[in-house]
């Protein structure tokens, strides 16, 4: 395994959230968004602090309202995550906020108003070194767009976008990301792929309002995974109405499965049949909840038979082949012990935690030889 992704990443301007770099050659940033009351100040700051630990590279905050604006001022005090404030309508929101030291503006110039507002928060970001993120979604199209196209297309998300562009082109500012995006895995596609050939900026990929924890997850696989495949996006935020924690693991998950980040374990697992020597099933559940902490990239088999078992095992850092009467571990590519029912888990779980000791250790030898 470790191989190299095949994908052909698309050529987009580097911009900087916080200390992340999102777009050129940058790795995918992986997002999401506090659900909490933003006034809540204790809670916003806590589930940041969760996100941070699933390894969220950026959080995305609401900020409503003054109240809200000043309440961020207080979040960004406890926590040097990257943060980015939503905002709409009302520019001096983005205005206090960007005093306050959020590290990108999440707006829509065109629901800010007059010129002279869009002009004001422009200025702003750019006196504070702060990316603007241009958000266009298909439930909240221009009223002449919907008029034009009669239903939200790819095309209206485009031109809205567009639109949008130009803004900022005419106030000659060049730090932002666009996203468009749609509930519609097919609309949310297009508009991408039509937008990707239209400007340089780096784009922000999601599937909006994708749906709960299950269905949201599927539709944000098939539409940002078409995506990624062909080398669009520089920075992802699954939608789910779950905890926003998960939408961290899916998001490195869907990343994973096309190489283009590695974070913790990737695991390759049987979906177990009457050939299994033991519960596979069981034996993968209780691993994933042991080991949700560990972060150090690393592909661990679990087969529970000798057909595909070895083949499998060989091409893992840990592999876990199921034989009678014992289970045979393979450790980089090679047999090692052999490990019976009883203390399977607990054996599999000590021999991981010493390989990413052991990985960790090298890497920080590394590090200090120069």
């Known amino acids: 395994m470790h191989q190299s992704s095949p994908v052909k990443r698309r050529v987009s ?17 992986v997002q999401s968004m506090t659900n909490t009351e933003t006034c809540d100040v204790a809670a916003t700051v806590a589930q940041i602090q969760r996100l941070e630990a699933a ?15 000043e309440a961020f001022g207080k979040i960004r005090q406890q926590t040097s995550m990257a ?13 206090r906020v960007a005093e306050l030291g959020v590290d990108c503006l999440r707006i829509n110039p065109g629901n800010i ?20 993120r241009i958000g266009v979604n298909a439930g909240s199209l221009e009223k002449d767009l919907q008029k034009k196209y009669g239903e939200p297309t790819p095309e209206a998300l485009v031109e809205s976008a567009l639109r949008n562009v130009e803004h900022l082109d005419r106030l000659d500012f060049q730090d932002f990301k666009v996203s468009v995006k749609a509930s519609d895995v097919f609309m949310a596609v297009g508009a991408y792929r039509l937008l990707a050939s239209q400007i340089v900026q780096p784009l922000h990929l999601g599937i909006t309002e994708a749906g709960g924890l299950r269905s949201g997850t599927v539709k944000s696989a098939v539409g940002l995974g078409m995506l990624l495949a062909e080398g669009i996006g520089d920075t992802i935020r699954i ?5 926003p924690v998960e939408e961290i ?11 283009l980040r590695s974070r913790g374990i990737n695991f390759i697992a049987c979906p177990s049949c009457s050939r299994q020597n033991f519960d596979v099933v069981k034996t993968m559940n209780e691993l994933e909840s042991r080991l949700d902490d560990v972060l150090v990239p690393l592909d661990v088999a679990v087969i529970g038979c000798v057909v595909n078992g070895p083949g499998e ?36 779980e ?19 030889r120069g």
């Open 350 to 368: 000590q021999m991981i935690r010493e390989k990413v000791a052991a990985k960790l250790a090298l890497d920080a030898n590394t590090i200090a």
């Open 239 to 243: 939608s789910l109405a779950a905890d």
């Open 13 to 29: 301007r580097q911009i900087k959230v916080g200390s992340v770099l999102v777009g050129g050659d940058a790795p995918i940033s």
């Open 55 to 69: 390894g969220a590279d950026i959080v995305r905050v609401s900020v409503p309202s003054m109240e809200a604006a």
């Open 113 to 132: 108003g007059r010129e002279d507002r869009v002009r004001a928060v422009v200025d702003a970001a750019r006196h504070h070194g702060i990316p603007i």
């Open 83 to 95: 943060l980015v404030a939503d905002i709409h309508f009302d520019y001096k929101i983005a205005l």
């Open 313 to 348: 095992a060989r091409e893992a850092d840990i592999g876990l082949t199921g034989g009678t009467p014992n289970n045979l571990v393979y450790v980089d590519g090679a047999p090692d012990q052999k490990v019976d029912n009883d203390n399977l888990v607990d054996r599999l």
């Open 249 to 259: 693991k899916v998001g490195f998950d869907i990343l994973k499965s096309l190489r």
